[in-house]
């Protein structure tokens, strides 16, 4: 355990920690968020891993909820000696204290302590917080990046994100070619703008492929027969089946998706980000830009993009422009009320097939 550590530029965090961990430098205040709860579960275990014997875990290793405690009582934990010869760990669910709605929660718990104490974490401690999302804006965030111990989780990159899925496969038994790797994550849409796709729903979906296939290797079909059955899938699917103007099979994938359970809203937004892509992908492609150039202009994952160009061309850019005022009418008598969402949703797929 240590103050502040070094942080090299742009070091993604789990990268930090590992590095911290393998020096022992890991400071006695940390902070723990991020999209990758994951990775702040790893972190969290790793550091209790090596800090703490494992025979007294249960003792040492203390997880407190700050809507259920308060200032004093966390500091009270991280004064009390550890039971042995390792460390203590506080681990201090800090969602309600770090959002930006947990003014009523901040009040009660005492956070202006908390923010006195984060820098006075006594040898043998390690006070842990964690958190989904922090609000950069709130005093204790700006406290907590003053202690030096912020970690902020945030999406892997690709190398990364590979290395990743090929540990998993590994512990699962199974391998995999690179070229089949790369169709994995692409068909995850883990890269997509605002993708809700995190590592625990890659671990999932790894695990699906391992029982699916039979042999050692997965192959190119075992990644397209698990992962064609996800909710981008049947939107891309139903984009399609609009393209060919096959009315039958784009209201049976409209009942599918709305028989999902997902949000009306997550639904439409879903079937607006792929016409606009198709849009944006017409108009790049009439303008005389190769797929090549395309390609390195959009941030869009090359999965979904070769998908996107497929169906662009039964498309004109009008037809296109029409479909997307259509999604945006449907949004607007959704939330004023003047359809009910199955209706709202069936009314756009009739004028898109039009």
Known sequence: MAGRAYVAK???????????????????????????????KWALDAIASKYIPPELAAVDFVRLDAA???????ISHCETLPMGGGA?????DSEGLLSGEGGRIAERFGEDALMGYMGS?????????????????KRLYKAA???????????????????????????EGKKARPSVIREFIDMTGYFDRDSEYSLYSVENDIKKLAAYCDGDEIGSADVAA????GLSQNVFALSDAVGRGDSGEAFRLLGELMASGE??????????????????LRELMDSGMT????????????????????QAGRFSRDRLRAVLRRACEADRNIKEGILKDGMALEMFLSAALE
């Open 263 to 280: 949000s009306v809203y997550k639904l439409l937004g879903l079937l607006f980000s792929q016409f606009d892509l198709m849009l944006s």
């Open 291 to 310: 797929m090549g150039e395309i390609a390195a202009r959009m941030d869009v994952n090359e999965y979904r993009l070769k998908i996107a160009a497929g």
């Open 68 to 74: 259920e405690t308060d200032a004093a009582t966390v």
């Open 121 to 137: 974490v006594p040898p043998g401690c390690i006070l842990a917080m964690t958190a989904r999302a922090a609000d950069k804006r």
């Open 145 to 171: 990046v003053k202690a030096g111990g912020v970690y902020e989780f945030s999406a892997l990159d690709p190398g990364d994100l590979r290395a990743f899925v090929e540990k998993r496969l590994r512990n």
């Open 88 to 92: 203590k760990l506080v681990a201090l």
């Open 226 to 229: 698990v992962m064609s059955s």
């Open 10 to 40: 742009d070091e993604h965090a789990f990268r930090r920690m590992g590095r911290e961990l393998a020096e022992g430098s890991v400071p006695s205040f940390v902070l723990l968020f991020g999209r990758e709860q994951f990775l702040v």
